[in-house]
Structures are given as structure tokens and as C-alpha cells.
């Protein structure tokens, strides 16, 4: 059974900072496409950085420069470092993982796609 288990969210003033985990069991992360997606109430869910199957990183250009996607296979776990975080940035966050081989932009823009979802963890910039 596959499970995504999302931590480190949490609430924070503008301009700080937040490192965000994805703890995945009974699925490796090599062969996948691995991504953090977001959703605002009221919005859609958006894509905010993803791996592709060879390793890639790919970025909204909302947070590029800013979130730093990383994965540590040997553990499993997915990672996002945010860094100067915006009031906009306030979401519930989801990693994802699907198997297969796709560049970064399927990966960053193909969320329904995904096959395994987390249960998601809740980010709050305040002003």
C-alpha cells in the first residue's frame, strides 16, 4: 500500500520560512514524477515545483527563486524549502507521486494525473 505523508507546514510572517517533507512508503521515488501541488480556498489546485523522471526540477514562475524542490531517495522523502514567503503562498499542500517517464512540464501541470496523493499540511503567511 502506498502512502505520501506530508509535514512541516504551519504558520509564519511574510518573509520567513518553511521546509516542508513527503514521507513515502511502499513506493521508491526513482522512476516517478514527484511534485508539490497547492489550493487556495476558492481556487484551483496549481502545480509549485515538481521532479521529473530524470531528476529535472521544474517551477511556477510564481515561486522560482524563491521554493527549492529536492528528493533523498535513500529515504524516500520528498522535500520543499520555501524561503520569503508571501501572503499569496497561503494554501493547503500536497505532494504527488506518478509512475513513469515524463519531462518537468507534464510533471509541474498534470496534477490530475497523479496516482498517489498525500493527505496534504496546511501553509499561513500572514502580513
Known amino acids: 500500500q502506498v502512502q505520501l505523508v506530508e509535514s512541516g507546514g504551519g504558520s509564519v510572517q511574510a518573509g520567513g520560512s518553511l521546509r516542508l517533507s513527503c514521507a513515502a512508503s511502499?513506493?521508491?521515488?526513482?522512476?516517478?514524477?514527484v511534485g508539490w501541488f497547492r489550493q487556495a480556498p476558492g481556487k484551483g489546485r496549481e502545480g509549485v515545483a515538481a521532479?521529473?523522471?530524470?531528476?529535472?526540477?521544474t517551477y511556477a514562475d510564481s515561486v522560482k527563486g524563491r521554493f527549492t524542490i529536492s528528493k533523498d531517495n535513500a529515504k524516500n522523502t520528498l522535500y520543499l524549502q520555501m524561503n520569503s514567503l508571501k501572503p499569496e503562498d497561503t494554501a493547503m499542500y500536497y505532494c504527488?507521486?506518478?509512475?513513469?517517464?515524463?519531462?518537468?512540464?507534464?510533471?509541474?501541470?498534470?496534477?490530475?494525473?497523479?496516482?498517489?496523493w498525500g493527505q496534504g499540511t496546511q501553509v499561513t503567511v500572514s502580513s
Open positions: 504527488a507521486a506518478h509512475p513513469g517517464w515524463y519531462g518537468g512540464s507534464w510533471c509541474l501541470s498534470r496534477g490530475s494525473e497523479y496516482r498517489y
Open positions: 521532479i521529473d523522471s530524470a531528476g529535472s526540477t
Open positions: 511502499g513506493v521508491t521515488y526513482r522512476g516517478y514524477c
